[in-house]
């Protein structure tokens, strides 16, 4: 009987202290590299640090941690290494040289993990796209057959260089991806005029990988969408209609999450995604409060929210996963406009979020107290559907104490010749 088991790899974690930082900054991170080689299917059998002033720019760790890495090597049975930074090309071809193993770095493995787990065929658009970038770069010194020179009649002379053949496909291919995601992009335009023309505002949810953005969606929509305990576990953006306790609507739209030393690869190729916070009324930035790192992740969060150009938005900052906190604890957000803590997993907290979103929405709404003549019950119709309303029926038409969204005002306030309290209103009828 044959096996076909796909085989583990397993693989040594690679790191570089900078003298300047902390140690445990690096511990931490090449935790969290593990918790991505898992996500991307390997094992890991060992972790290595070195502490240095720079990155080695040659081999990415000195001669001595070579060595070292060697031996570790041997004795794991290892198959691959993972380093935890991005390595230029001459970095990777040398690590190959002298360890004859397979070397990754950290945006490898997201790549790979982000092309497992994209469904849609934008979400594989924007993989491929983001792949084809980082090999574009990495195609030099790669391999013994760079030559598709042969031997025989009519073959002899320069021919043409495999390499460049490569670059010429992949260049290619990149220009095709970039074609169809402006369509993507052109469609996401479209939509979104059609949102700011239902005048119903949209919350973006951003926050790190594995902080339950995903649940929460679930929670405040039942969405259903895929959400597990491990990073990346949905990659494609999801917009639900949530209906407030008020009555209100609010479009909730999940996007991808965020990471420390997120590849700028996916950051071009996940552009259009991305910037759906940037087009959002407010950003709900969710943070979980179990995980010891949570002060460097809502850095991490914001560092790249502002590298998107998303600046000056109001934020509230939902501080997620109380179920697992640990004690008491003090935690703040000091760049939040508003906070609120609640477990999206149990509910606890979450009529308090939804209590939170009508005063924020309503803060952005104008107040009105009109009159409207029966005459004129188009405008109260589209009040009835955008805003919130409370009605008193008299004999010269329908009062009404609302709040609007501030773009529609002008189209429902009560002229001054349409109001039945302006004495024109009288004559005008008449004649």
Known sequence: MIDLRKETEKVILVGVNLSRQPEEDTRDSLKELEDLAAAAGAQTVGKLIQTREQIHPGTYVGKGKLEELKDLLWETEGTGIICDDELSPAQMKNLQDELDVKVMDRTLVILDIFAARASTSEGKLQ???????????????????????????????????????????????????NRELKDVKRHREITREQRNRSYTPVAAIAGYTNAGKSTLLNTLTGAGILAEDKLFATLDPTTRNLILPGGQELLLTDTVGFISKLPHHLIDAFRSTLEEAKYADFILHVVDVSNPR??????????????????????????????KAAGLQIIRDFRADYTVSLSAKTGEGVPELLKLLEAVLRERKVAIEELYPYADMSKLQMIRRFGELEEEYREDGVFVRAYVPADLYERVRVSRGDSPNNPLYALEKVE
């Open 127 to 177: 993989v491929e796209l983001a792949q084809l970038k980082y090999r574009q770069t990495r195609l030099t010194g790669f391999g013994t057959a760079m030559s598709r020179l042969g031997g025989g009649i009519g073959t002899r002379g320069p021919g043409e260089k495999k390499l460049e053949v490569d670059r010429r496909l992949i260049k290619s291919r990149i220009a095709a991806l």
């Open 294 to 323: 949570m002060d460097s992740q809502m850095y991490t969060v914001y560092e790249t929210l502002d590298n998107l150009g998303i600046k000056d938005k109001p934020v509230i900052t939902v501080f997620n996963k109380q179920d």
